[in-house]
């Protein structure tokens, strides 16, 4: 089963997981623990840094990409489904797809001061 896997000890990343998972995805929502991402092959210290979202395949994307590929597991069945999965592809496609990316990193970089965050919502300082 694909997985989006957020940051558990950001309030700010706890809620919008929780927001995504009463949504008609069937992609598995879950806080992200060592385990988990050692088993998934993620990159632990990227994914400090980026939500990262590992598909059926086993192949693991990171950041607005990973949104847009959760959004896009939306059962269409239901109209709300399907408009879930057109924001997903929409999200994933030019030129959504191409501004996406420097809106995630500059939400990310403030996630600690959005409604629900906290200090422990804060990124690690970049390293170099």
Do not use: K, N
């Not at 590992?54 to 269409?76: F, N, P």
């Not at 879930?84 to 996406?100: K, Y």
């Amino acid at each position: 089963m694909s997985t989006l896997l957020y940051d558990p000890d950001c309030g700010f990343c706890t809620r919008a997981a929780q927001v995504l998972a009463r949504w008609p995805v069937t992609c598995e929502v879950a806080p992200m623990t060592p385990d988990r991402l050692t088993a998934a092959g993620v990159d632990a210290q990227r994914a400090d840094r980026e939500i990262p979202f590992v598909d059926d395949a086993g192949q693991v994307s990171y950041g607005a990409a990973a949104i847009a590929a959760a959004l896009r597991t939306a059962d269409r069945s239901a109209s709300l489904g399907r408009l879930v999965w057109a924001a997903g592809a929409a999200l994933g496609a030019p030129p959504l797809a191409w501004v996406a990316p420097p809106v995630y990193r500059l939400v990310a970089e403030h996630r600690h001061e959005l409604p629900g965050g906290t200090a422990a919502c804060a990124l690690p300082p970049r390293a170099g």
